[in-house]
């Protein structure tokens, strides 16, 4: 008899360790769903949208300056991109505001580089028209 109380003792000690190591995997998996879905929540507040505008508006300032056609065309492809996202919120009157401001900042900032841009062309262009005139002109003079 002693040996049937020592074998149902071991077969009780046996399954509550894989009791106790089931609890925290499914913890955790818990908790890592409650995070995940927390982070969507946050990530798709308006407020995190607007943050995201007013971050590459400050992008923007900062490199206008210095943008290629490419990289204008490429700035303008993200900022329609966030705005499509914005546009879809419905903003409070305070939101709609401070977006509107953002919008023609940004705006601003790329009429500028397009400004720029064309001027840096058309200045290429008549110093390549220049150094034709200089050419023929200097061609006509020429007494050979």
Known sequence: MENTENTAVDA????????KSIKP?????????LAIVIIIMIMTSKPVKIKKLE????TVEKEYTSYTNEDLDKAV????????????CELNDKQSSKV???????????AQAKGR???DEFN??????GDEVKGVVKSMTDED
Request: hydrophobic content about 45%; proline content about 2%.
């Open 12 to 19: 009780v000690s046996n399954e509550t360790p894989a009791k």
């Open 117 to 119: 841009i064309i001027l």
């Open 100 to 110: 509107n401001e953002l919008r023609g900042e940004c705006n601003g900032y790329f």
């Open 77 to 88: 492809a993200k900022y329609d991109k966030i705005i499509k996202k914005i546009d879809k």
């Open 124 to 129: 290429k262009a008549l110093d390549a028209a």
């Open 55 to 58: 971050k590459f508006t400050a």
């Open 25 to 33: 995997l499914i913890i955790a998996a818990l908790c890592a769903i």
